[in-house]
């Protein structure tokens, strides 16, 4: 039989005492229990489901800005092309070189008494010597296929919005002035201005010539300047064949 020590003395258990387990309402601690899973505050939960909203207003908003900011500049610039002057615009084009590149070349020649439609190569250039607002003169030199050069003056006018129509005179002092008409437009292309021209030359007359063609600048220092397409000749010696300095402007501007 086990006797206790002397000096020391058992603890029992107070029966009365509650347990842990033995209390009601309360969260049980015992080690076969499992927590329940906690939830989160409704601030929190609330916040993430506006979270993923959040990118698509901010972008939204961003594109609505970016357009009107477009609209604005496209309006801007709009007013300051409406106001402008329209030398200001086109003025650059006094003392030019235009001539046809190659793909443009090709013309036709059409006789009403036969009726008959021949394919020829055309090539002609342009010095606009002089510009004054919204109008435009200088001289003209074409050649049809293997034919002499010929030589005529121009006058042509050209719109803010870059409608162009030209008036060719060829002058001969056996015969009375033949005027041909040409019709175009400027057009950007080949990341540059270009002149898309078309005309038919002689309407009352036989046979007729009718060209079209992007009209290119050429200037000292390019291949085309040294060699034109279909003449294999220069632009200076190309446009010798136009001995007379062309028309020339009367008075002072008008505004």
Not at 76 to 98: F, G, K
Not at 99 to 115: F, G, T
Not at 171 to 196: C, L, V
Request: hydrophobic share 35%; glycine share 8%; net charge neutral.
């Amino acid at each position: 039989m086990d006797h206790p020590r002397p000096g020391r003395s058992r603890r029992r258990a107070n029966p009365t005492t509650p347990t842990l387990e033995s209390l009601e309402g309360r969260l049980l601690l015992s080690r076969a229990a499992r927590p329940s899973p906690l939830r989160e505050p409704p601030a929190l939960v609330h916040e993430a489901r506006v979270t993923p909203a959040r990118p698509f207003a901010e972008a939204l908003a961003q594109r609505q800005a970016a357009a009107i900011a477009a609209r604005q500049h496209h309006a801007a610039e709009a007013r300051q092309q409406h106001h402008a002057p329209i030398t200001s615009r086109w003025s650059w084009l006094a003392d030019t070189y235009w001539y046809v590149p190659p793909a443009n070349l090709p013309a036709v020649v059409y006789d009403p008494s036969s009726e008959a439609i021949l394919p020829v190569s055309d090539q002609t250039v342009f010095h606009i010597t002089g510009f004054r607002g919204g109008y435009f003169w200088g001289v003209t030199v074409s050649q049809l296929q293997d034919a002499e050069p010929t030589c005529s003056t121009m006058v042509g006018s050209v719109t803010p919005e870059g409608r162009v129509l030209i008036n060719f005179t060829i002058a001969d002092d056996s015969t009375s002035p033949t005027i041909t008409q040409g019709i175009g437009r400027m057009r950007p292309k080949f990341g540059q201005w270009t002149m898309e021209n078309q005309m038919f030359s002689n309407p009352s007359g036989q046979p007729q010539v009718g060209h079209w063609a992007y009209m290119v600048q050429t200037r000292p220092g390019l291949p085309s300047w040294e060699s034109l397409p279909g003449v294999g000749v220069s632009v200076p010696e190309f446009l010798s064949n136009c001995p007379d300095p062309g028309p020339q402007p009367i008075g002072p501007p008008t505004h």
